[in-house]
Each structure stands twice: as structure tokens, then as C-alpha cells.
């Protein structure tokens, strides 16, 4: 599974992110991301974000798998528990990216 994250906004508006392959990553980190992810049920997320959160922080995962391809977009408030230990996996991964 390709698993590609971003974190935007926030006070310093700095974007973060990664791109992940559990196919070439050590398999005990890739079980643990896998483990993540179903628990944080991603491909269920949809978009989610708090109308008046304007400093949030905003993630997007978008998670690539035998050609079908899932988008989740919420923000630092409207995170379930699940959704934030799977964020906190990825943010340790995560270096400044260029803006798209």
C-alpha cells in the first residue's frame, strides 16, 4: 500500500509530509502502519473539518492499494483518537514538502 500524507496549516502555515510504500519499508514499521490504518478506518473518513477552526492543522492521507485509490481530509479537531495515533505514525516521517 502507497500511502502518501500531508500536514498543512496551522500559525506558520509550513506544510509537511511524506510518502509511504509498505511494500519497501521495514516490515515491522509497515505492520504497524497497516495496523494504523484500519484502526483509524481511513477509507471511511471522507473530509471532515471544524467550520471555525481557522489555525487548525489540516491532514490529508490519501492510501493507494491494487489500483483503487482513497482521500481523507479532516483537521486537528475533528480527529478521532484512532485518526490521531495513525497522524502521529506519519508525522514522525514527515519533512517539509513544496507547496502543490
Same mark, same amino acid.
Request: glycine fraction near 8%; charged fraction near 30%; charge should be negative.
Given at each position: 500500500?502507497?500511502?502518501? $500524507? +500531508? =500536514? !498543512?496549516?496551522? $500559525?506558520?502555515?509550513?506544510?509537511?509530509?511524506?510518502?509511504?510504500? #509498505?511494500?519497501?519499508?521495514?516490515?515491522?514499521?509497515? %505492520?504497524?502502519?497497516?495496523?494504523?490504518? +484500519?484502526?483509524?478506518?481511513? =477509507?471511511?473518513?471522507?473530509?471532515?473539518?471544524?467550520?471555525?477552526?481557522?489555525?487548525?492543522?489540516?491532514? %490529508?492521507?490519501?492510501?493507494?492499494?491494487?489500483? +483503487?485509490? #482513497?482521500?481523507?481530509? $479532516?483537521?486537528?479537531? !475533528?480527529? !478521532?483518537?484512532?485518526? %490521531?495515533?495513525?497522524?502521529? $505514525?506519519?508525522?514522525?516521517?514527515? +519533512?517539509?514538502?513544496?507547496?502543490?
Amino acid at each position: 500500500m502507497k500511502v502518501r $500524507f +500531508r =500536514q !498543512s496549516g496551522g $500559525f506558520g502555515g509550513l506544510v509537511l509530509g511524506c510518502d509511504l510504500d #509498505t511494500d519497501v519499508m521495514p516490515r515491522d514499521e509497515a %505492520e504497524q502502519l497497516l495496523l494504523l490504518i +484500519r484502526q483509524a478506518n481511513i =477509507q471511511e473518513a471522507g473530509e471532515r473539518r471544524h467550520p471555525h477552526g481557522r489555525d487548525l492543522l489540516v491532514y %490529508e492521507i490519501v492510501l493507494e492499494e491494487r489500483g +483503487r485509490r #482513497t482521500r481523507s481530509s $479532516f483537521d486537528s479537531m !475533528s480527529a !478521532s483518537p484512532q485518526a %490521531e495515533s495513525l497522524v502521529q $505514525f506519519l508525522a514522525q516521517h514527515a +519533512r517539509a514538502v513544496p507547496l502543490e
